[in-house]
């Protein structure tokens, strides 16, 4: 090999390991910019709540907290301190996921809570009353004796997820487009004889050839009487001619959730079937187009409900309106008949009314909405039918 070709494989070498290294900083930049003002966001609470310490056990909440993804992890956060609690099999990917944090590796008789609250000085710590089994939290409690007080923390911990960041919005948006496209492709494919299980293989197959990492829930497929079960199970029941079918499904992407329904039908749909389909679909678009700033879960939720009551079905329609969509499936903020929460700018959830009807069917139709100062956003857009 020449000198000049030894010095172009130098020269290209060290283009490669500097273009490694920027993707690295400017991935650990962007970490580090992300979850510091969430790390703030929790001292802010804890200031407020008199406690000095926040322990947080919730998998959902570490995530959004710390960007950890392994399975088994705690946060301790203090008004000086940031520790991602973890074991030998998750060190190296704590180190590269959350650099705001210092790693605690866990070993075996070690008294790790005892170690810690008493290194960080802890007297009043926050839990999450939510998440935490009353036999663990019992369990901390006589290993840390030196903690003092332990108060639930449950509702500021979660409150901190509901508005959304721009770049929460960027993931989620690209979410639903995985779970819209998987609906759009496998609902053209759906033929008399087959069944609901292999519909919905076909729509988790689908979503993961998109890039989801997994479903974000088990893929709802009810076919004729079975629409009548929100949460129906799907079966080996085969698709006949003249039947609805309600399907719910989602993708999770980059640790995040899309929710989607929709209810199609095989054949000539019915004259009640019609009925039913418009009934929920206008109570639908009045509850996205009518939905103002400061509006409470509970007006938006009456929006759709009376539509629904005055075409005669008010009692066919259960389950609230919709829910908060994020990191968890169902999160803040509630949609529903009881729901005090305001609805506001920033805030992602769906609007999904239904009405079912034993021994005849259901139907659901489902978006997610991003509020606005100016009112919904609808993110979803996958066919949508009309009859």
Partial sequence: MTNWMQNKFLEWGLKVMFRRFQIFAN???KRIMEYKPRISYLRDQMSNSDLDTVFISSKENIRYFSGFTGTFAFLIISDKKALIVTDSR??????????????????????WIENITKQIGTKILGFEGENLAVNMLEQMKSKAPNVSEWKDFSDPVT?????KSEEEVDIIKRTINISDSAF?????????????????WEIEKTMRELGAESPSFDTIVASGVNGAKPHHTPTDKKIEDNEGIVIDMGAKYEGYCSDLTRTIYIGEPSKKFREVYSTVHR????????AQPDMTGEDLDALARTVISNAGFGENFGHSLGHGVGIAIHENPTVGPTSKNIIKPGMIYTIEPGIYLENWGGVRIEDM????????????HAIKEVF
């Fill in 27 to 29: 991935t650990l930049l």
């Fill in 90 to 111: 998750y060190t190296i990917r704590a180190t590269e996921e959350c650099p705001n944090f210092e790693i605690y590796q866990i070993k075996a008789g070690i008294n």
């Fill in 159 to 163: 409150q901190g997820r509901v508005i």
């Fill in 184 to 200: 759009n492709e496998v609902s053209k494919v759906i033929t008399i004889g087959m069944t609901e299980k292999e519909i919905a």
């Fill in 283 to 290: 109570a639908q678009l009045i509850a996205i187009e009518t």
């Fill in 369 to 380: 909405m991003l509020f606005t100062d100016s009112g919904n956003e609808i993110l979803s």
